[in-house]
């Protein structure tokens, strides 16, 4: 964390909630879309997009109270993850070397999982919120992990259920901070499901979605459905 940045006050769980009190706009994307935001995107050395991810944005309310999408924050739970591994282990393992045998082997994912764009220094730190190359065979295994598998592998639970199924709004009454444009009720999209049923489609923070036009909705009934798109459509859903 940057050493004069109230994001200290911030805990890594409001952090991974999207919820650090931070930001210019409540409004859908707005700070993602800023035109300010693509200096943090051009910055190639760490020191520069650590700084911009810790000062950017203003504190408006105390964290943990409203939900604000930024890929800042992404970065930054990505270096705090490092810093803890780098306290507890020796040697040091890559962020994406102790992610390789936990999940990217036991899934069978492609090589290209495992070179990410990172900044262009001695840091050499991983992009994390974007810069990951996946294949369609990748994402497809990813999305049956999350939903199909319950988050295991081969029998051995690699994500705390209970935890998952809060991220995937299917923990009664744990349906956490609302998220405008990012989960859709089934009966929005025509489809005849009982009761109070809602389909995901959310960031790569959370789950796998992002930039260009990305979704990856994960169905309550186990089946996923993925759409890629370079030109800003997110047109997977729409009214009936």
């Known amino acids: 964390m940057h050493a004069n940045s109230a994001l200290g006050r911030v805990t890594f769980a409001e952090t991974l909630d999207m919820a650090t009190g931070h930001f210019r706009s409540r409004e859908f994307e707005a700070d993602e879309d800023a035109a300010d935001f693509l200096l943090f995107q051009q910055f190639e050395d760490h020191a520069d997009r650590i700084d911009f991810a810790c000062t950017h944005y203003p504190f408006k309310l105390a964290p943990g109270t409203a939900w604000v999408y930024h890929t800042t924050d992404s970065y930054l739970l990505a270096r705090r993850s490092m810093l803890i591994i780098e306290a507890s282990r020796d040697p040091v393992p890559t962020f994406h070397r102790l992610m390789a045998p936990q999940f990217w082997a036991p899934l069978h994912l492609s090589p290209a999982v495992a070179v990410p764009r990172r900044t262009r220094d001695l840091a050499a730190e991983p992009f994390t919120a974007f810069g990951m190359t996946l294949l369609r065979d990748d994402v497809a295994k990813l999305a049956e992990f999350i939903n ?19 991220a995937l709004q299917r923990a009664p009454g744990h ?3 609302a998220a405008p444009g990012l989960a859709l009720p089934a009966r929005f999209l025509g489809l005849e499901c009982a009761g109070c049923v809602w389909v995901s489609g959310t960031h790569l923070d959370s789950l796998m979605s992002g930039y260009g ?5 994960l169905m309550p009934n186990g089946m996923n459905y993925y759409y890629f798109s370079d030109g800003g459509a997110f047109s997977w859903a729409r009214r009936r």
Do not use: M, N, W, Y
């Open 175 to 177: 349906q956490g901070l």
């Open 148 to 166: 199909g598998d319950r988050g295991s592998v081969g029998g051995e639970q690699k994500l705390e259920p209970l935890l998952l199924d809060e």
């Open 213 to 217: 036009g990305i979704t990856v909705a």
